[in-house]
């Protein structure tokens, strides 16, 4: 271990980024170039690890391991393997998105660009941190930040979107660490992989049971308790129906630009705590509720669909249509813990949650994005029944956001259509009516979506927009790279997958069966 | 291997790159962007026709495959495969293809958007070949959804009319609903077979191996495996080709520019379906048994209703292209049908036969659109015999080769399929069903024509009646081009010389007068009657004594108003699907939406709700408890305090009296104890 601290640094960037912006003060400008070049950077350190990472092997890469407060079994341990140099890549990315659809409103200054580093900060911290209470430190610090950005930036109903996000939120991650400090009281350990390697030796439901004394609980129904507590902090944070409903007035409340970073990156942290977690520490437990599991996975992609089509405001249509896709990812990776049936497809349906979870950041943020230009060219406006007729207006914009929406939509050629294939690919054999049941959901994201384009896209113009400008020289040139991502991962997914195999052979190798 | 199979892939790609290169330039490049659309999809054409070449001289099946995606151990190959029913689709449809974007460059000549057109058409042509040449049922699928893509763009091409916009997104979503059964039927199929390849020395799901173990391999209700993967596929394939129930769309789809409607909603992409069941057709005929699989046997029935239903409907419309629309779901129907009857052979046949009739008919009622001042009601032209003599002759060869006349292209094709219904094992009910349906061909399609052509002329009064002319040459020609075909393709395929399905099925061919005998014969001249008595009936109706203004009642609607009216209404289907399917979901949604508010969120609340009381409870308990305790306790010490004070004035007089007092008391006590 006599590398160059690589995860340190990533994390350290956006701290020192978000200082020298607050340092920027009220010159906006310098604050956004500070911000800029602060995301470019983490974003060239993320690609640097990308690089070097050994695709071959699924183990812990650029580990630093130190002590740090010995005797609470607290280590400064950080690690990436595939799942968590596709989290760091993905946030960089989707930072680098809020930060330049945030580009010319002159309202974010720079304690805006600030909060967003500083989240940036506890994004990279979570998805490196291996030790729980290093982890914990970082999962909390991300939510101030995006407290303060709703509240302070949101629209005219902030004040309860975000004591809502905050408080429910708060709540889950009190779940967690009591679950966490319960496991602590029965084994000594906080560290992930120390806790998953009990579990897989068969040793931790008899460590509860002998330390814990519960009321005279069995150690399996300690068990049970301590991972619905666990994954209570991980469904609110994704969300998972029926935890979901701060989201659609957390989504359309906050800055589109803080909204890229809840729907593109914090939704992804409840992701990776399930699949970093819960299916390596609890997988005895996830089989026995996996009929109840399924069903809320199931639940979250019909539901949410269903729900987006009769919204009226564009925020809480994306909103919901990304529960709708985040369900995709958490039924891919209940579907793993599925007894009986060929590894080959549970290998099939967490690669494509892998893919999932990277897409939907990308088109997510792109469709928040949109809406932001929406937003700034109409005054803040983001009404279904706002617009119309814009594709006359606007070519360019409506073309570019229509790329957007159909890939959203699961369009082939794009990059949201192969991780929901491989999902239900796996799914299906493992569980037919899941993924029967789940289709629905593909139905009525198309609906959806084609409501929209028809209602703000087509039709006569609304005289209002009649004078709205097209993307600017510089709007095109920041989308061209995104929108060219989506089509080389539309038709060359092995980028991704080709880098990630390693790591979900080795999850699933943790999983017993 | 030849180089042409290796190359196979430049024909989709070629027009789908043009469309990336088109997508960038400028609305006012239209020259490039037109030249860069024909001259991809020329090549195309010139490599299509060597590939077909290279099919007759080896018909034997090549493909290539190459890794794509991975997951675990296992990879997903791609590739593309050369066969008879591939070489004859890519060169119908890059030729049809071609001459439709050569008629569009007159027929789009004006519209602002020239140049997006040809992008969306140029797309178009790259992912429908795409489809044609995939040996691997996901790369067929993720083409096949492209062209639903373009075909949504250019239904909705003009978009700023709301029933366009309307009709693209019914279509894109009615053929979806269809599309998620192919998809469920791709995931079991991959399920089963471990593969998704057609072909791939002997391990593909089309070949024996996969096929014989999912025929062995019984489900629920006496399907096997490979029938409910059929009749799965089989869904997506009725929502392109636009099969009952899921036929809503197409008619709709005609609020398109015309050459789309020729190309897509005619020629190519709704025969996408047809050959996709022709492509799955080791699957979908596979049983243990002999006679026809359960899969076959649904497929020939929704064809032949859909035959039947759909020539019902268009007897009672009005619009130009919506009646052409019907004709295409009907023929789409017998495709459909021949192809479960008859094999492979016989529904393609007829796919052929019918791109190049109704592609013709459509770019004729373009024409005659287009020289009308966009008018579409067959009941405001009239007369258009004379002023648009080009188009009149080339719409009457097409419209006879349609009806099945004797010795037009569709007469051959379509006679094929009656035949084969009327051997099949089954039932002799699609049998009766098809050649109703022949009957009410012949009679809608003479409808039209004398609506539209004979008679005086009858402009509609709302539109100031601008001169009507015969179209420029340029939309002119491939009209006589296509009439060639229309006229003699047919013969390509006769029972005495069936050169077309040898070489689909890869049999010898010989010259064999002997076909003509019995059965076909007697089968041919009870066809040929139906025909011309439709065409007779139709005449009697309407031609014979000329229509002379156009609000003067249907002949049909004064025999069968009702009837008539129901027609007029699509038989109500739509609002039917409006009242039952829609509103269900519609239901659902606004429940759903209710429950996250009142339910989940009501939950959420109520906590909060409950915290706070608790809050307000441990307040009061503060205020009124604790507090009051609190303060009763300090009340009292200072009291105590106050009291104690008293004693501590500052008087020694005071002072004096409580020594004096305390000093007796003492000494008293003292006395006593000691007395004790």
């Known amino acids: ?513 | 291997m030849d180089w042409i199979v290796r190359y196979l892939w430049l024909i989709p790609v070629l027009p789908a790159a043009a469309a990336a290169v088109i997508a960038f330039l400028k609305q006012g490049r239209r020259r490039l962007a037109a030249t860069l659309a024909i001259g991809s999809l020329g090549v195309s054409l010139l490599l299509a026709l060597i590939a077909f070449a290279h099919t007759l001289a080896h018909p034997a099946l090549e493909y290539q495959n190459h890794n794509w995606l991975q997951f675990g151990a296992e990879w997903i190959r791609f590739g593309w495969l050369l066969d008879p029913l591939t070489a004859v689709m890519l060169v119908m449809v890059t030729f049809v293809g071609l001459l439709i974007f050569i008629y569009s460059l007159g027929y789009m000549a004006h519209d602002q958007n020239f140049t997006r057109f040809f992008c969306f058409l140029a797309l178009f042509a790259g992912a429908m070949l795409g489809v044609v040449i995939a040996n691997n049922l996901l790369l067929l699928f993720m083409c096949w959804e492209v062209v639903g893509l373009t075909s949504y763009l250019l239904i909705g091409f003009w978009f700023h009319k709301p029933e366009a916009a309307k009709a693209a997104k019914k279509a894109f979503i009615v053929t979806r609903i269809g599309d998620l059964g192919l998809f469920l039927g791709m995931m079991w199929l991959y399920g089963l077979s471990g593969t998704l390849l057609f072909y791939d020395g002997g391990a593909g799901c089309l070949e024996h191996t996969a096929v014989a173990a999912m025929a062995a391999h019984g489900v629920a209700l006496g399907l096997t495996a490979s029938s409910a993967i059929g009749l799965l596929i089989f869904c997506g394939a009725a929502g392109k080709s636009g099969q009952v129930p899921l036929h809503v769309w197409l008619p709709d789809a005609m609020e398109g520019p015309t050459p789309v409607s020729a190309l897509i909603h005619a020629a190519t992409m709704v025969a996408a379906g047809v050959f996709l069941v022709a492509r799955m057709y080791p699957l979908m005929e596979a049983t243990t048994g002999g006679g026809p699989s359960s899969a076959l046997e649904v497929i020939a029935w929704v064809g032949a209703i859909t035959a039947l239903l759909a020539a019902f409907i268009a007897v009672g419309q009005n619009d130009i292209k919506r009646i052409l629309a019907y004709s295409t779901v009907s023929q789409l129907g017998y495709m459909m049908l021949g192809l479960a009857v008859g094999g492979v052979a016989v529904g393609m046949f007829h796919l052929i036969t019918h791109a190049f009739f109704k592609a013709l008919l459509f770019l004729g009622a373009g024409s005659i659109i287009h020289g009308c001042s966009e008018e579409q009601d067959i009941r405001y032209m009239g007369g258009l015999r004379k002023l648009m003599p080009v188009t009149f002759a080339t719409y009457a060869i097409a419209m006879l080769a349609l009806c099945g006349f004797p010795l037009f292209a569709g007469f051959w094709s379509k006679d094929e399929i009656l035949h084969s219904a009327h051997l099949w094992s089954i039932s002799s009910g699609p049998f009766y069903l098809g050649a109703v349906g022949a009957f009410l061909t012949a009679f809608y399609m003479t409808r039209q024509v004398c609506y539209a052509f004979f008679g005086p002329r009858r402009p509609a009064p709302r539109t100031v009646a601008k001169p009507v002319h015969e179209s420029p040459p340029v939309m002119t020609w491939p009209l006589i081009i296509l009439s060639i075909f229309a006229a003699l393709l047919g013969f390509v395929g006769t029972p005495a010389w069936p050169w077309f399905q040898s070489f689909l099925e890869g049999r010898a061919l010989a010259l064999n007068f002997g076909a003509f005998s019995g059965g076909m014969v007697s089968l041919m001249v009870i066809s040929s009657v139906i025909v011309i008595a439709g065409i007779a009936i139709g005449w009697w109706l309407y031609g014979s004594k000329p229509i002379t203004r156009a609000e003067e009642p249907d002949a049909l609607e004064r025999v069968q108003p009702q009837f008539f009216r129901a027609l007029g209404q699509r038989l109500y289907i739509d609002e039917f699907y409006d009242v039952t399917v829609i509103a269900f979901s519609r239901l659902c949604a606004r429940a759903f939406q209710w429950a996250d508010r009142w339910v989940w969120n009501g939950a959420v609340q109520l906590v909060a709700w409950c915290t706070r009381m608790v809050s307000h409870f441990d307040s009061l308990v503060d205020a009124h408890a604790i507090n009051a305790g609190f303060d009763g306790g300090s009340t009292g010490l200072a009291q105590g305090g106050r009291l104690i004070s008293r004693f501590q004035n500052g008087r020694a007089q005071n002072y004096l009296r409580v020594l004096g007092v305390a000093l007796v008391v003492l000494a008293l006590i003292l006395f006593w104890s000691h007395a004790g």
């Open chain 1, 1 to 513: 271990m006599n590398h160059f601290p690589w995860l340190s640094a990533l994390t350290l960037v956006p701290i020192a980024g978000a200082c020298l912006a607050l340092l920027a003060g009220k010159r906006r400008g310098a604050a956004r170039a500070i911000a800029a070049a602060s995301a470019l950077g983490s974003l060239a350190i993320t690609i640097y690890l990308w690089s070097a990472f050994n695709t071959a092997s699924g183990a812990m890469q650029f580990e630093e391991l130190h002590a740090w407060i010995p005797a609470l079994g607290v280590q400064y341990h950080l690690a990436i393997d595939g799942l968590g140099l596709l989290m760091v890549v993905l946030s960089a990315i989707v930072v680098l998105i809020s930060i330049a659809s945030s580009w010319s409103r002159e309202e974010h200054g720079g304690l805006y660009f600030a909060m967003v580093l500083f989240l940036q900060a506890g994004l990279f911290g979570t998805f490196t941190a291996l030790n729980f209470i290093h982890w914990f430190f970082f999962w909390e610090l991300s939510l101030i930040p995006a407290f303060l950005l709703i509240r302070l930036w949101g629209g005219a109903a902030r004040a309860r979107a975000a004591n809502q996000f905050f408080i429910y939120t708060m709540v889950g991650s009190i779940a967690l660490l009591l679950a966490f400090l319960a496991l602590y009281l029965a084994t000594g350990r906080f560290d992930f992989l120390d806790l998953a390697q009990l579990s897989q030796q068969g040793q931790l439901v008899p460590a509860l049971a002998q330390n814990l004394h519960w009321g005279g609980l069995s150690g399996s129904s300690i068990a049970e308790c301590i991972f619905w507590a666990a994954f209570a902090g991980f469904a609110v944070k994704v969300p998972i129906l029926p935890l979901h409903t701060w989201l659609p007035s957390a989504y359309a409340e906050a800055p589109s630009g803080t909204t890229i970073l809840l729907t593109g990156a914090m939704s992804k942290m409840g992701l990776y705590g399930l699949l970093r977690v819960l299916v390596p520490i609890f997988p005895q437990q996830m089989q026995h509720w996996l009929t109840l599991l399924l069903w809320l996975a199931v639940a979250s992609i019909v539901w949410s669909a269903l729900v987006a089509w009769i919204q009226t405001d564009i925020k809480r249509m994306f909103a919901y249509s990304s529960i709708n896709h985040l369900g995709y990812c958490t039924l891919g990776i209940f579907v793993v813990l599925k007894l009986a049936g060929d590894q080959i497809n549970r290998a099939a349906a967490m690669n494509g949650v892998f893919l999932q979870m990277f897409n939907h950041a990308l088109t997510a943020s792109l469709l928040f994005w949109f809406v932001a230009m929406l937003e700034k060219r109409s005054g803040g406006l983001h009404g279904l029944n706002d617009f119309g007729g814009l594709r006359k207006v606007v070519p360019v914009l409506c073309g570019t956001m229509g790329i957007a929406v159909f890939s959203s939509l699961g369009l082939p050629g794009l990059n949201g259509f192969p991780g929901e294939f491989l999902i239900f690919k796996g799914v299906f054999p493992l569980v037919p009516w899941a993924a029967a049941v789940s289709l629905l959901g593909l139905l009525f994201t198309a609906v959806f979506f084609l409501v929209f384009l028809e209602r703000v896209f087509y039709g006569p113009v609304n005289q209002r927009w009649a004078a709205m400008p097209d993307l600017s020289l510089g709007e095109r040139l920041a989308l061209l790279p995104a929108i060219g991502l989506m089509f080389v991962l539309g038709l060359y997914p092995q980028l991704i997958v080709g880098a990630m195999n390693s790591t979900v052979m080795k999850i699933l190798s943790q999983v017993r069966f």
